[in-house]
């Protein structure tokens, strides 16, 4: 992990017709290109970015409908950069979901063992 | 400009975009009374005044993974409610958060108004809900 | 008797708490349960006392979250029915 970045989730959810297609992974995932590399943890309430889900449902303004964040789509194409992506196991369970929910690619860890692995990044950033 | 008659539901939204879901509830609930043929005042202040700025123009800045795609600006989509009903819809900037803020000016059919002017739309307002987090 | 339409859109508020004393004191209440506000509805939550809990369906949907995911006893609701009561006589709407 020498060089690379860390970026920590915790806080989802942020903004929709003002962000549409240009959410928190499609900005790591720009990071993830220029600093050469970048990993993501997501926890707390962010654990859900990677829980695996249909189509999600579009905004109706008046005549207009527009697309939403759709933050798996924009985690799998950051784990297709090579970016690790690892969620908070114990988060994930306080809101009574299991690791079989998230998107193939994600591994679930214990919160102690992702702190430890802090030491190893160039830096470790609170997105 | 003529008068705007009292609304049936005034919203004065004062959390800031881009930090929650607020803009999209607040979207989906002017959506479903403006196609009940109610009338919807928003009281836009804080943060919130920075969604309708013209120089926010009609797109958002270009997706560099889809660089053909175009999606519409915050600006816009007020705009087109302004423009779809013009006798039921109303969004309103507060002038001294606009001005605190930089924001401005904004697009056409968005009024701004002074900070005084938030007690006279209450009292004509039918139901007033305050969305906070300034 | 005044009702009361109480949103909840964040996490750790105390919203649940007033809706349970407002419901306790004979009030109509209803709890809308909207954006991250939608994980108090989730299994191993506190129930809202007397107050009705409705959870809002599109929040469940962009967070991956399901009906059986919920607890028993909440009602999964979209903007229609919120207008319904937000339109009603007599009834004031607390938003956090």
New interface residues.
Partial sequence: MAGRYLAVVDH???????????DLF?LAR?LHRQLGGLDVVLRG?AV?YA???GP??R??????H?D?PDP?RSLR?LLAADSAVSVDEPALRA???TPD?VLPGVVCRDSASLTRDWPDYEGVWFL | MAARPPADVLLVVTGA?????M??TV??L??EL?RRGRSVLVWACGYTTM?TQAALGAH??R????WA?R??S?AA?VS??LA??PALFGWEVCAYCAQDRGAGPHVPGVRTRAPSRIGTNVAAARTTVYIGGA | MTGFLLVDTG?DRQLAADAAILAGAGHRVVLYLV??GV?RA???QEPAGDATVWVD??SL?????RPG?LRPGVTVVDMPEVADLLLADGVRVVWH
């Fill in positions: 989802a959810y942020r903004g929709g017709p003002e962000v549409q297609f240009c499609y720009g309430p859900t829980v695996d889900t999600l449902p905004l109706r303004v008046g005549a207009r527009l939403l798996r194409a809101l009574g979901l929910r | 975009p881009f930090a929650s879901d803009l999209t979207l989906r002017v959506d403006l969604l958002k800045p997706d560099v993974d889809d795609a999606y519409p915050t989509v087109g409610l779809e009903y | 996490i954006q991250d994980t989730l299994r191993g369906g599109p949907a962009h967070r991956a979250l995911d």
